[in-house]
């Protein structure tokens, strides 16, 4: 009969180091690209996939963007992370990953091509650490950063939201 025992939560700084994480560019977050299918004829990988945290520092979280494939998020350890959507046809959502999937917070959740997104840690916690994964592969060419004020004006309800995670 297998054991149970309790396992420590690890340090943001204890996974920073396990997985070799590095600040990612513009968006914000500490990264690893973890695996990269074969190369396809127009230079992108088959497929692709991250492990990334974010903290709830001042700063620290997944700035506006979008890509130009569906783009699959993963929880996997820490405290409920949020996830603005900002939707081709005007409209918007919040989406939260983490544990508790009987009150609605999703494991896996997959955010369709062309919809803008950008993610925090949920209120009270400390720390997230999260994957991402993408078919075709991600490469930085596809990624499109957010402009503040265009998208505020194109989502005048979240404003506020918008503003708060968006950066130059």
Same mark, same amino acid.
């Given at each position: ?5 309790? %396992? ?5 700084? !204890? ?5 070799? #994480?590095?600040? #990612?560019?513009?968006?914000? +977050? ?7 299918? /074969?190369?396809? !004829? ?6 692709? *996939? ?5 903290? =709830? ?5 997944? *700035?506006?963007?979008?890509?130009? @494939?569906?783009? %699959? ?7 409920? #992370? @949020?996830?603005?959507?900002?939707? /081709? ?6 989406? %939260?990953?983490?544990?508790? %999937?009987?009150? +609605? ?7 369709? !091509?062309? @919809? ?5 840690? =949920? ?9 991402? @994964?993408? !078919? ?11 402009? $503040?004020?265009?998208?505020? *004006?194109?989502?005048?309800?979240? *404003? $506020?939201?918008?503003?708060? #995670?968006?950066? /130059?």
């Amino acid at each position: 009969m297998p054991r149970h025992t309790s %396992v420590t939560p690890p340090s943001p700084q !204890a996974l920073v180091e396990l997985y070799g #994480l590095e600040p #990612l560019p513009r968006e914000g +977050g500490r990264y690893r690209r973890t695996w990269a299918g /074969p190369e396809r !004829a127009d230079g992108r990988p088959e497929g692709s *996939a991250i492990v990334v945290l974010l903290t =709830a520092e001042p700063g620290d979280y997944s *700035a506006l963007h979008r890509l130009p @494939t569906d783009e %699959v998020w993963h929880f996997y350890l820490g405290d409920p #992370l @949020t996830l603005l959507l900002l939707e /081709p046809d005007g409209g918007s959502r919040t989406v %939260v990953l983490g544990p508790d %999937v009987l009150d +609605g917070q999703h494991i896996q959740f997959t955010v369709p !091509a062309g @919809t803008w997104m950008a993610a925090e840690v =949920a209120d009270g916690g400390a720390w997230s650490l999260f994957g991402c @994964t993408m !078919a075709p592969g991600f490469t930085f060419d596809g990624y499109e950063h957010g402009d $503040a004020a265009a998208l505020a *004006a194109r989502y005048p309800r979240e *404003a $506020a939201r918008i503003t708060a #995670l968006s950066r /130059p």
